[in-house]
């Protein structure tokens, strides 16, 4: 069973990242809508304000609280984020909660355990399972409704499935913290490698085929890491019917090399974009999304690492 310090630790980490994952996903959506379509388009609105209320909420339980590593590891916001929201703000004429990553610059680490600080986790805890309820059945109807031809997004069918994959971790995440279960580090290791590299993979396939035809080089690029990550989904997929400890160390070294390159190359991506260099159609606040993603990745695997 968790102790009451990792419960409530491990629960503001969670939504710190997820939270801020979750909101973004919510703007992705209501970006991608045509005219048509605009009462999905204030459903993802309301979805993306209450994600930023939550996080908001979250932001000033965490601070004191949560953990060194998990700040300096770039998955909260990166060096980059504030700009990106500002650009993708300009972009699509739409407000976004900036005072929030203002805020996350400001977080510190810490053991401040106040006496009624489980009380107002397990209350976050809720309202986060609320929200991802609703999340989930939104990003459902829209993905059903665009693989049946009732609906046309400008956001890939498998980027929906991507998203709403995301969103269903997270919800896991929060039930099991809920129930202060313990994790089988071992096991949890090769499915939580399976369900990250898919991830990155499929971040390559996104950056792939948001590239202007004319920047052959980033597509290869992006092509490469794409055949690479399918390649270590299948073999954390195979890892997690083996008993080989050995096996499983292997496998997250070799995760960790190829996420530390798609971080250095996802990095370099949203400079690029940034600095307006790259022909694309994507957004630079996407870029840094998917940048934070990779560190979330990354964290993990060292402590998988570790085991």
Known sequence: MLSRTEYIRQSLESHLFFGRIMMEHSFFLQTGFTPRDEKQSKMADELRIGFGNLLEDCIALANGVI?????????FITKYTLEAEKMTEFYTGIPLMTKLTQAE?????GNDFHPRLEMKVSALNRRALTLLDRIIVFKS???????????????YPLLIEHILREAKLYRHLIQRLQSRDNINIRREAASQEAFWNQ???EHALFIRGLLDPCEEELFNIAD?????????VCESRNAMDRTMPGDLEDLTDESLAATRR?????AQATEGLLECKIRSIILPLL??????EANHFIRLLKIFDKR
């Open 67 to 75: 953990s060194r590593d998990a700040i300096a590891s770039g998955e």
């Open 105 to 109: 610059k400001c977080l510190v680490a």
């Open 141 to 155: 109807n829209i993905l059903n409704d665009v693989l049946c031809c009732k609906m046309f997004t400008l956001n």
């Open 199 to 201: 991830i990155m993979g």
């Open 224 to 232: 490469r890491f794409g055949d690479e990550f399918e390649e270590l």
């Open 262 to 266: 798609i971080r250095e190359f996802k």
């Open 287 to 292: 870029a840094d999304h998917t940048l934070r």
